[in-house]
DNA sequence: CTGAAAGCGCTTACAG
DNA sequence: CTGAAAGCGCTTACAG
């Protein structure tokens, strides 16, 4: 089939491209009324449909932005991404979704191949390479807003959540439940992450807070599927943990895992909460007690931030870091 | 910052633009050594990134696809997408998700701007509606693939589970632990949607084949919010049925809702069975019996048809209904 | 109120 | 082996 273009149009019209275009974009001014309908009708016939590719060359704008997200995997981040996805689509923009699997080399991939794309900005979950290349963007003045993580020494719009609270929220409801042996279990710490340096840090200030010794052996940063094994060693250890606080969703899958293979009741031998209200959360046995982020709310403001930055190009706003308060739910795993 | 273009590139090699097209483009065949690596280095000391938009406009090809989920909620959407994308990005394919939630006015919007932006193919969920707009893109022999449901009187490659088997599989594991009374739930039936008819279709057989009247009490249809409403209705018939086949993961969860609040026991009160394989199912208690479809797969396939398509638009290829094998996974629920 | 012309950044016959 | 020129389908000053 022949692609039917503007100049089709335009002829079948009789009037020249440059109205056609003027009427495409709603630039009706000077438009007088039956040119328009002329042409109203000549798209209506021709079953005319404008080609944005060519627009965007023109306009060097895309009406696309990129989302580059660190593991695809966690609820959050797919929620994130619906929410994302939802605020641009009120805008008109579109999303390409990038899953960078936590991989430096992955994510430089997907940056590069999103600006060659002419993207007209990034959300991005770093991985915390890329120090150099994400400067240069930022030095572009190219619209970027990071999302659930800090990378040190760049300055630009994130969204994050009040970490150090989440995890704090945890463990007073575990010590005011009359806990004192406390654990943790988080992904490992191998490069520089935000929520996991963060969720640490809290838990530990609220231990010291309450006059209770931190237990380095109560702290286990592994990979997932090495969780198994190292809660078997924290939890056979001769004075166990009574209570684990789980860093996030998929932690928290290797964690009910456990106690079910091991017959563990909840709360009563091992009490649990979670980072990231599962979908299940509600109807387990026992409820789970958890810690929600505002997700949607937080994929909505970056969003926002990136599209407010795609549209006031010129002024330099400077970039602040937003965070988000989480909440503890209580249901009966504690 | 100033954009650098080819142009740039090629004043700098002291070449023509052609030229470094050619080499961009890797077509080495005739040129020389000394060209080549001229280029190389003006590339390299400006920084020079190509302009995907422009590339595309000449070509008229995006490297780009759509995808149109009918309910991005349901698991299955969300790992479909997933295996889309790995498959995309090893074909250096970006991919655009579109939510249409089951509205055929949001999925024409989506047609149409996927289209606008010149996307090379679709992979759509249909709602069932646009069925002319539809075959308007056949005609034009434009690439898309059906995803998990047929539109009847739309010939299109369609890659889909077998919906009766997998209800069949349920059923047949009801009745061989020995309950005769088996209720089905489901989403409505508003419109054709092909897992659900389907999948009943396989539970009114399976019925039928053990001489089991089908019981029109024990088959609720209804929008997700009104489960609860529906299941205490049928669950308090005065014969109420003994197990439950949850049509997909969404229907299980208000199920498992309902037993929770009510403290029915699964399954000395109520065996339960849930077409897809929850991420909870192994560790929830009891651990539950659900029938998996091999989504990676049907991901996988539908990206590499509609790809194949896309690489060789001119030959019309006939179009065919692919059906996957679903399995059930034997745990306690039942 | 409307049109002719240039240009966005590429690619691709074609000529030499 | 390489370059000049046309063109992809739009938009946008500018002129009238």
Redesign the interface.
Known sequence: ?K?ITIADVAKRAEVSKSTVSQYLNQRYDYMGEKTKKRIELAVEELGY??????R??KQ?S?S?IGVIVAN?LHVFS?QVI?AI??FC?ES?F??????ADDDPIKEKRYI??L????VDGIIAFPTGGNVDLYKGLL???YPVVFMDRLVPGILVDTILLDNEKSSSLAVEEFIGSGYKQIGMVTPPLNHYVTPRLERIDGYKKVLQKHGIPFQPDYLVSVEIPDIQMALHRMLTLPNPPEALLAMNDRVL?EI??Y??EHQLNIPEDLAVIGIDD???A????P?LTTVAQPVFEMGKKAAELLLNRIGEKDSDLNSEIYRFEPELIKRASC
């Open positions: 089939m692609t449909s404008p080609n944005i590719i060519a965007s060359l060097k895309t696309t695809i797919t619906r996805e939802d689509n008109n579109h999303v390409i979704v990038c899953n590069d191949m600006r060659a794309k002419q030095n572009d003045n899958f009910l895992m106690t079910k599962v979908s299940f509600e109807f387990y046995s409820a």
